[in-house]
């Protein structure tokens, strides 16, 4: 049982990325799923949050309009899509596995952590 996260990398201020979240050895539809992000010394922050069945969606409200959540059935895997990066948005992300949205989105509780994947936005 492993989440992958992938696609992060160095873009210039104002580049997009999609990160990816792939699961093995089980299947991420019955389960929500979060992208958090953390700098060093701070609280790992969840930057989005998608229900199973898609039913919910999260955004944090300081990438609410630069972030996309979504879910690809067949490829057993999330994406997020990343637009408009900010120099501010420089993190290691990470995506993981939970089977209560709410509790997924308000208190960070996960059954299944991906290892992280490193954004840096610099010019």
């Known amino acids: 049982v492993q989440l992958q996260a992938s696609g992060g990398g160095l873009v210039q201020p104002g580049g997009s990325l999609r990160l990816s979240c792939t699961a093995s050895?089980?299947?991420?539809?019955?389960?929500?799923i979060g992208w958090l992000r953390q700098v060093p010394g701070r609280e790992r922050e969840v930057i989005s949050c998608?229900?199973?069945?898609?039913?919910?969606?999260f955004y944090t409200d300081s990438m609410r309009d630069r972030v996309t959540i979504s879910r690809d059935l067949a490829k057993n895997t999330v994406y997020l899509r990343l637009n408009s990066l900010k120099p501010e948005d420089t993190a290691t992300y990470y995506c993981?596995?939970?089977?209560?949205?709410?509790?997924?989105?308000?208190?960070?509780?996960?059954?299944?952590w991906g290892q992280g994947t490193q954004v840096t936005v610099s010019s």
């Open positions: 993981a596995a939970g089977e209560n949205f709410f509790a997924a989105w308000l208190r960070r509780e996960y059954d299944y």
């Open positions: 998608i229900s199973s069945r898609d039913l919910n969606t």
């Open positions: 050895g089980f299947t991420l539809d019955p389960y929500a």
